[in-house]
């Protein structure tokens, strides 16, 4: 398998832009997370999804961000518009929560810049 | 809400030497599963080891093991005969299960001396 695939790797924008991050889970997993990373906050659960239905959304910042999960296999941040603070790396996650092992599987992330 | 507290923003170890790192959390659960997860320079996030808190053996693999203290939320690392490799950030994490998202500590930044 491999692995969750996240793209783009990198982006750079310009502030008001609309960004789109996209991710692939890994195929029979059914359990997707969308989590950011900055200096000052670390690691923080921005949504996630079981089933393609999102569960928790509490952790995104705004209105400006949205996301959605149209199949077990695709999922998108959008970020609409963009502001210099969305600057981070933005990680997907899946797991198959049925698994005794119990670990997420993390993709290997978006940097964004927002100018 | 849970928490995960990493008092140790950095840490140094000799090549070849013994270092633990430290992590806490809080919880009123009493089934959750405990991870370490490895992050270098590559951003990849790695999993190093896991605890699930039913067990009361300590979990380890390979130079990792876990001391895992139930009672008192705590759950640190050690790595033995530390590698050049291992120089990269750890972060300690929580989660009540495989469908639940995880809970991440602000991490500690080890470095491996040669």
């Known amino acids: 398998d491999a692995g969750v695939i996240q793209s783009p790797r990198h982006e750079v924008t310009e502030m008001g832009q609309e960004v789109t991050l996209r991710c692939k889970p890994i195929?029979?997993?059914?359990?997707l997370f969308w989590y950011r990373q900055t200096m000052m906050r670390g690691l923080e659960l921005l949504i996630y999804?079981?089933?393609?239905?999102?569960?928790?959304d509490s952790g995104m910042p705004e209105d400006r961000f949205s996301a959605k999960m149209p199949n077990a296999s695709f999922s998108t941040l959008k970020i609409q518009p963009s502001e210099p603070r969305d600057s981070a790396v933005y990680f997907c996650a899946s797991s198959r929560w049925e698994s005794s092992y119990n670990e997420q599987f993390f993709g290997p992330g978006t940097r964004l810049t927002v100018l | 809400a849970q928490t995960v507290t990493q008092s140790q923003p950095e840490m140094s170890v000799q090549e070849a030497e013994t270092v633990t790192l430290s992590c806490t959390y809080d919880t009123s659960e009493s089934d959750y599963y405990l991870f370490w997860y490895k992050q270098p320079p590559s951003r990849q996030m790695i999993l190093v080891i896991r605890q699930e808190a039913y067990k009361q053996q300590n979990a380890t693999e390979n130079r990792f093991s876990v001391n895992f203290q139930k009672a008192a939320k705590s759950f640190s690392l050690k790595i033995s005969d530390s590698q050049l490799g291992d120089a990269a950030m750890y972060f300690c994490?929580?989660?009540?299960?495989?469908?639940?998202?995880?809970?991440f500590g602000k991490g500690t930044r080890l470095s491996v001396i040669a």
């Open positions: 195929s029979g997993h059914n359990s």
């Open positions: 994490a929580y989660s009540l299960s495989g469908n639940t998202p995880l809970v």
């Open positions: 999804f079981n089933n393609n239905v999102p569960i928790d």
